[in-house]
């Protein structure tokens, strides 16, 4: 069997925003949006990124494509560290690499008209000449399912769900490898974003597509997912295929989330037990010591509190962070429950 390539590796990628006070306005402290993450990205699948709002699953992604400065760490995609390029080199891997946004209301320019906005990318980083451009303009209408006959048509004139395809057509414009799919349905009617889902997983299996699709909605990336990393405050807790992270979570904090997920298997259903976590997120400017989920952790011991668990491969392809699934911690005195 052949090794799946790696497209996108991430190691000890933190991101952290300065807060400033004072009269002189000195840096007093940091907002760690991501703290320390790492993760592969295989080439043709599909990495989930779960977790509340706030956790930091949003500025990753962001964070992977550059779209900001980052704090550590690094972020390998096709073997170039993407934090180390120069802005020249950031622009030759553009168009590897492109993002489909949560809002397609914001994210689109009103005063364009779908056609311009389409070509942007096309403008910006391919020199076609206007037949060549409006051939293609038609080709990405034709493979997100919009009219091309409505090119020349503006924003508004568009539904929610068909101005997100015309956000994708935007992304496919300079044909990318690697698209971070940023909450891409959570604006859109229920009755709608199916078709979006499906159209983004026609387009991976047409175009050979690799997504790292960022949802709070654990059904729904429980569709499209092929692997599905946890996020809580600033750092990944679990990652593993879909099917044994759905099945068997292993952390506590996966096990509270999942708890509160209708399964379709009636009988992981009938075990389940909802499980409401209590207490508030602390914040990622002040998080705690040791584990960070240590304030709402409902099997919290002492070590806990000491100690960061090590994020490690608990069984082949799952990986977690705590304390409970190191061997030498499991069933040791002290534990609070
Ligand atoms: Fe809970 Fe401790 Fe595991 Fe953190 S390390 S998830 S506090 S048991």
């Known amino acids: 069997m052949s090794v799946p390539h790696k497209l996108v590796e991430v190691r000890d990628l933190k991101m952290h925003f300065p807060i400033r006070g004072g009269l002189l ?25 779960v977790g509340e709002s706030g956790c930091g699953k949003s500025t990753c992604g962001r964070a992977l494509l ?62 076609l000449s206007k ?13 997100v399912g919009l009219n091309r006959d409505f090119a020349n048509r503006y924003p508004h004139e568009f539904s ?27 604006a859109l009617d229920v009755s709608i974003q199916a078709q979006v889902v499906n159209l983004l997983e026609d387009l991976q299996d047409r175009l050979g597509l690799t997504y790292l699709f960022i949802s709070h909605d654990l059904s729904m990336v429980r569709h499209i997912a092929t692997r599905v990393a946890v996020m809580y405050l600033g750092k990944i807790v679990e990652l593993a295929p879909r099917a044994a992270l759905y099945s068997t979570p292993q952390h506590p904090y996966t096990q509270a ?28 400017a002040n998080p705690p010591k040791g584990c960070n989920f240590n ?33 030498d911690q499991n069933n040791k005195p002290g534990r609070v429950t």
């Open 131 to 143: 037949s060549e451009r409006q051939a293609r303009i038609a080709e990405l209408m034709d493979q």
């Open 257 to 284: 989330l999942l708890s509160a997920v209708p399964d379709p298997d009636p009988a992981i259903a009938a075990n389940r037990h909802r499980q409401i976590l209590t207490g508030d997120v602390p914040s990622p």
């Open 160 to 186: 929610g769900g068909q101005r997100q395809r015309i956000g994708i057509a935007r992304a496919l414009a300079l044909n990318p490898k690697f698209i971070v799919c940023d909450e891409p349905i959570a």
């Open 66 to 127: 550059r779209l900001y400065e980052v704090t550590g760490g690094s972020i390998l995609i096709e073997g170039k560290d993407i934090a180390e390029v120069n802005a020249e080199e950031l622009r030759q891997m553009r168009p590897t690499m492109q993002m489909v946004f949560q809002d397609p209301q914001a994210s689109l320019n009103p005063r364009m008209s779908v056609a311009n906005i389409i070509a942007e990318p096309l403008d910006e980083h391919m020199k």
């Open 295 to 327: 304030t709402r952790c409902p099997k919290v011991m002492e070590i806990c509190r000491q100690k960061d668990p090590e994020f490690r491969e608990v069984s082949p392809g799952c990986f977690a962070a705590c304390h409970l699934l190191n061997d």
């Open 25 to 49: 306005q000195r840096v007093v402290g940091a907002v760690k949006a991501v703290d320390g993450v790492s993760f592969d990205i295989y080439q043709g699948e599909t990495l989930g990124l």
